[in-house]
Structures are given as C-alpha cells and as structure tokens.
T-cell receptor, first 116, second 119 residues
Framework: AQSVTQLGSHVSVSEGALVLLRCNYS??????LFWYVQYPNQGLQLLLK??????LVKGINGFEAEFKKSETSFHLTKPSAHMSDAAEYFC??????????????FGGGTRVLVKP | NAGVMQNPRHLVRRRGQEARLRCSPV?????VYWYRQLPEEGLKFMVY????????ESGMPKERFSAEFPKEGPSILRIQQVVRGDSAAYFC?????????????????FGPGTRLTVL
C-alpha cells in the first residue's frame, strides 16, 4: 500500500519569502510523484510531477520539487512567495506499474497563507 | 478546449434520497477517475473507469455507491439512500490514457467538483 504524509496542515509565509512544503511518501514500488494546487472552490491543477530521470523537477508558477529516494521525500519549494500562491497544495503518489492504472494517493494537504 | 465538466456544482439531498453526479471528461479522454474529499481531508480515490468498464473500484464503499462510464454520455457516480457522512466534494478527473507514449503516467485533468450536502 502507498501513503503520503504532508507535514503541516497550514503554512504562513511572508510575500517574497521562501515557500517550503514537505512531503514524504511510502511505496513498495518505484513511485510516480505529483504536486497539485487547489484554489478555493476549484478543482486540482497539476504543478509538477516526477516519473524518472532528473530528480529536480521544475513546474509551473516558479515551483520546483526534488525527489530524494534515500529520504522518501518530495518537498516543494518556491524561492519567493507571491500573494497568488495562497491556496491548498496536495502531494500525491501513484504506482509505477502500468497494469495498476494511475490512481493517485493524496496527502492531507497544506494550506498556504501569504502575508503582505 | 473545454476541460472536465461536472454537474451539478452543488447538490443538496435529504437523508435517504439518491444523488447522481455527472462528469464529462475532456474530449477524447477515455479514462475517468472519481475522488472524494471529506471536510479538512485530502482526496481519496474511489473508482477508475474506462469506456463501459470499471477497472478499479477498490476505493468505493461496498454499499449504496455505484459508477458507470457508458459508451456515449458522461460518467455517473450514483449514491443511493444518502447519509450525512456522504457530505463531501466529489471530484472527477480524466486522462487520455493511463500511461503516455513516452512512458510515465498521463496527467489527470480535474473537474471543479460537485459539493454534496446531505441534510
């Protein structure tokens, strides 16, 4: 079974400060890893994903994440927060096995508040 | 390009009634996933369907819940005899395939969700 843990259900950052959202996963097979963002009353939008290859993944809106197998982590960062980054962020994992389909297992989410 | 459409956006039902949630995937997508988001929780997988087939329903409650994705028309998630614990946001996602030509999973495109309130 797979699971995802996001440390911190709420994070508050100042505009212009570093955004760091933590994600740890467990998986019995090589995982595919994702970060999604959810704005109020909207669906989820994919920020970035890791499948294979380069462990530092760049996504949209200036976000990036690094896959660290030894630490089973996939933390999300952005060097400088913008007011528009206020949203809820979800880390997710899927099994790297094609026959299993691509169902996503999500973490509990981290709500980001950006202070002016 | 139209994205994933879900309707209704908000649905209110009394205990014991039926709820029918509709999902129209992105045009050309043949894979549909349903997820449920309970208050203050992350999304939980419910069911994965391809046209006319249920591939994985391991996340579906054993009773009262069913899903279909017919050859024509939207995917339907049906909840019979709703209870207060069914109150949640239900999200549908679609993808063209489960895995892309280059290897790795195809992106799932999410709809805006249906927020079900059971009184």
């Amino acid at each position: 079974a797979q699971s995802v843990t996001q440390l911190g259900s709420h994070v508050s950052v100042s505009e212009g400060a570093l955004v760091l959202l933590r994600c740890n996963y467990s998986s019995s097979v090589p995982p595919y890893l994702f970060w999604y963002v959810q704005y109020p009353n909207q669906g989820l939008q994919l920020l970035l994903k890791y499948t294979t290859g380069a462990t530092l993944v760049k996504g949209i809106n200036g976000f990036e994440a690094e896959f660290k197998k030894s630490e089973t982590s996939f933390h999300l960062t952005k060097p400088s927060a913008h007011m528009s980054d206020a949203a809820e962020y979800f880390c997710a994992v899927s099994r790297g096995i094609e026959a299993a389909g691509n169902k996503l297992t999500f973490g509990g989410g981290t709500r980001v508040l950006v202070k002016p | 390009n139209a994205g994933v459409m879900q309707n209704p956006r908000h649905l209110v039902r009394r205990r014991g009634q039926e709820a029918r949630l509709r999902c129209s995937p992105v045009k050309g997508h043949s894979h549909v996933y349903w997820y449920r988001q309970l208050p203050e929780e992350g999304l939980k997988f419910m069911v994965y369907l391809q046209k006319e087939n249920i591939i994985d329903e391991s996340g579906m409650p054993k009773e009262r819940f069913s899903a279909e994705f017919p050859k024509e028309g939207p995917s339907i998630l049906r909840i019979q005899q709703v209870v207060r614990g069914d109150s949640a946001a239900y999200f549908c996602a679609s993808s063209p395939e489960s895995y892309g030509l280059a290897g790795g999973p195809d992106e799932q495109f999410f709809g805006p969700g249906t927020r079900l309130t059971v009184l």
